[in-house]
């Protein structure tokens, strides 16, 4: 491997959060402009219960569901979208609850 491989797969823990976060607001407001939140927030529920019901130690995806739906809620927030505040909390909540009690 070339060192630019190597200093790509250092930084790849660190890129990968932040580009997760910036798909998961691209697609908010992709969504929201063409009118498909729906389809939005069964996506975020459907990802969230695959981590949610996931058994191993890893808890990365419900760090990024608990991102995406406090991002969601946010965004929600400022566009006065009630749906999307609900789903975006109920998200943020879960996937703290769920975290936590992986961690205990």
Same mark, same amino acid.
């Not at 200093?7 to 063409?34: D, G, H, Q």
């Not at 969601?72 to 927030?77: Q, W």
């Not at 566009?79 to 943020?92: C, I, K, R, S, T």
């Given at each position: 491997m070339?060192? @630019?491989s190597?200093?790509?797969?250092? !930084? #790849?823990?660190?890129?990968?959060? %932040?580009?997760?976060?910036?798909?998961?607001?691209?697609?908010? %407001?992709?969504?929201?402009?063409?009118?498909?939140e729906? %389809?939005?927030?069964?996506?975020?529920?459907l =990802?969230l219960?695959?981590d949610? !019901?996931?058994t191993?130690?890893? $808890? #990365?995806?419900?760090?990024?569901?608990?991102?995406?739906?406090s991002i969601?809620?946010?965004? $929600?927030?400022t !566009?006065?979208?009630? @749906?999307? =505040?609900?789903?975006?909390?109920? /998200?943020?909540v879960?996937? /703290?609850? #769920? !975290?936590?009690?992986? @961690?205990?």
């Open positions: 070339s060192d @630019l190597y200093k790509l797969a250092e !930084l #790849r823990p660190a890129i990968r959060p %932040v580009a997760e976060s910036a798909a998961w607001i691209a697609s908010f %407001v992709i969504a929201n402009t063409i009118s498909q729906p %389809v939005y927030f069964l996506i975020l529920l =990802v219960g695959s949610v !019901l996931d191993s130690d890893k $808890s #990365r995806g419900l760090f990024r569901d608990f991102i995406a739906g969601t809620a946010i965004i $929600s927030v !566009l006065n979208d009630q @749906l999307g =505040v609900a789903v975006g909390a109920l /998200v943020a879960t996937a /703290v609850a #769920r !975290l936590l009690q992986k @961690l205990s």
